[in-house]
């Protein structure tokens, strides 16, 4: 599975501010209700859901909040640089910078776990996260998050 398969350039957000977990959640259900169709209310209400199971803050900086919604045709991913870093109760205790939503129909089954890998797999290059913290340009974040790689190609 490839990114630009769920990302699209307008889902791409280069400079975000918020102040807490929760309102960072909810700036990502409201970009992701315009990009989805979905009501804002209903993604945040599976984001939050989903963080009371455990945190999606998988360390280094990385937040990969998701969740499956009712009513999604495919799956949708967002791509959020934080202007300031901001606690999300992460593996690691750091607070971070990087997010990627990805939200997934509820019948999605194993897609929505190969996308959620291959997100994982990415953003888990350090490389990769430093070019990302180093761009501001949303054309330039989407090029870095969509760069064909060698392990891509074989997911």
């Given at each position: 599975?490839?990114?630009?398969?769920?990302?699209?350039?307008?889902?791409?957000?280069?400079?975000?501010?918020?102040?807490?977990?929760?309102?960072?959640?909810?700036?990502?259900?409201?970009?992701?209700?315009?990009?989805t169709g979905e009501p804002e209310r209903k993604i945040f209400d599976v984001l939050l859901e989903?963080?009371?199971?455990?945190?999606?803050?998988?360390?280094?900086?990385?937040?990969?909040?998701?969740?499956?919604?009712?009513?999604?045709?495919?799956?949708?991913?967002?791509?959020?640089?934080?202007?300031?870093?901001?606690?999300?109760?992460?593996?690691?205790?750091?607070?971070?910078?990087?997010?990627?939503?990805?939200?997934?129909?509820?019948?999605?089954?194993?897609?929505?776990?190969?996308?959620?890998?291959?997100?994982?797999?990415?953003?888990?290059?350090?490389?990769?996260?430093?070019?990302?913290?180093?761009?501001?340009?949303?054309?330039?974040?989407?090029?870095?998050?969509?760069?064909?790689?060698?392990?891509?190609?074989?997911?």
């Amino acid at each position: 599975m490839e990114i630009t398969e769920i990302l699209s350039l307008e889902a791409v957000v280069p400079s975000l501010k918020a102040t807490s977990k929760k309102q960072l959640l909810q700036e990502l259900a409201a970009r992701a209700a315009r990009i989805t169709g979905e009501p804002e209310r209903k993604i945040f209400d599976v984001l939050l859901e989903r963080e009371r199971l455990g945190t999606t803050g998988v360390g280094n900086g990385v937040a990969i909040p998701h969740g499956r919604l009712p009513g999604l045709k495919r799956l949708y991913g967002l791509f959020v640089r934080m202007d300031e870093a901001v606690a999300f109760d992460a593996i690691d205790d750091a607070p971070i910078d990087l997010v990627f939503l990805l939200l997934a129909p509820d019948v999605a089954g194993a897609d929505h776990l190969k996308a959620l890998a291959r997100v994982s797999r990415l953003l888990r290059d350090r490389g990769i996260c430093e070019k990302l913290r180093a761009s501001e340009s949303r054309d330039a974040l989407y090029a870095i998050l969509t760069e064909p790689t060698t392990s891509s190609q074989a997911a």
